[in-house]
């Protein structure tokens, strides 16, 4: 089953405008919380992470804003650009055991349109 | 300093076929994951080595599918018998020694398998 749930899809975006994905995640373990950027035939890329001990983290035109009790967080890209069209991924894991994988949602493809 | 190293980027195998993908993680990256992206999907994760060492292969088929980490050279996803439903592009990633609550994980560019 899909531990990391993500929406939109798909989104189109003017230049100069937000664009905001969202994730939900169920398995109340998990403790960190990273967004990916991947470009068509690359690997994904860390953007911004956050931990559950924070409400929002912000780095530059990024910002992940985290709902512990909805077990909701989501990616905001301000002043959005063509260059930030690319597909982005959430991602969560959890310490148990020694083992950190990713568990990722099915992405998001973000057109910014000039 | 080098990123991910991943090898071959392309490879094409006909069905039946034995498939190997090489990775090199980062200098000084003891932890190397394996995971495979499906066309449109995410990620998914395969399985998690250290040197000479599986610690989790709870995403790994029961069959065809083997990894390994020696304690000289890359990690190696080998996959025999391939079939046409093995065609993805399978990433790796690595992180330096582990820290409690999660840690970064960095990703190489992925080997895009195709079956025939």
């Known amino acids: 089953q899909q531990q990391v749930k993500q929406s939109p899809q798909s989104l189109i975006v003017q230049k100069g405008g937000i664009s905001i994905i969202n994730c939900a995640y169920e398995?109340?373990?998990?403790?960190?919380f990273p967004w990916y950027q991947q470009f068509p035939g690359k690997g994904p890329a860390l953007l911004i992470a956050?931990?559950?001990?924070?409400s929002e983290k912000k780095e530059g035109r990024f910002t992940i804003s985290f709902n512990k009790s909805a077990k909701q967080f989501s990616l905001h890209i301000m002043d959005s650009q063509p260059g930030d069209s690319a597909t982005y991924f959430c991602?969560?894991?959890?310490?148990?055991?020694?083992?950190?994988?990713?568990?990722f949602g099915t992405g998001t493809r973000l057109t910014v349109i000039p | 300093n080098a990123g991910v190293m991943q090898n071959p980027r392309h490879l094409v195998r006909r069905r039946g076929q034995e498939a190997r993908l090489r990775c090199s993680p980062m200098?000084?990256?003891?932890?190397v994951y394996w995971y495979r992206q499906l066309p449109e999907e995410g990620l998914k994760f395969m399985v998690y080595?250290?040197?000479?060492?599986?610690?989790?292969e709870s995403g790994m088929p029961k069959e065809r599918f083997s990894a390994e980490f020696p304690k000289e050279g890359p990690s190696i996803l080998r996959i025999q018998q391939v079939v046409r439903g093995d065609s993805a592009a399978y990433f790796c990633?690595?992180?330096?020694?582990?820290?409690?609550?999660?840690?970064?994980?960095?990703f190489g560019p992925g080997t895009r398998l195709t079956v025939l």
């Open positions: 990633a690595s992180s330096p020694r582990r820290l409690a609550g999660g840690n970064e994980q960095f």
């Open positions: 398995n109340t373990a998990f403790d960190y």
């Open positions: 991602a969560a894991s959890h310490d148990q055991t020694g083992a950190n994988n990713l568990f």
């Open positions: 956050i931990r559950p001990d924070v």
């Open positions: 200098k000084g990256h003891s932890h």
């Open positions: 080595l250290q040197k000479e060492n599986i610690i989790d």
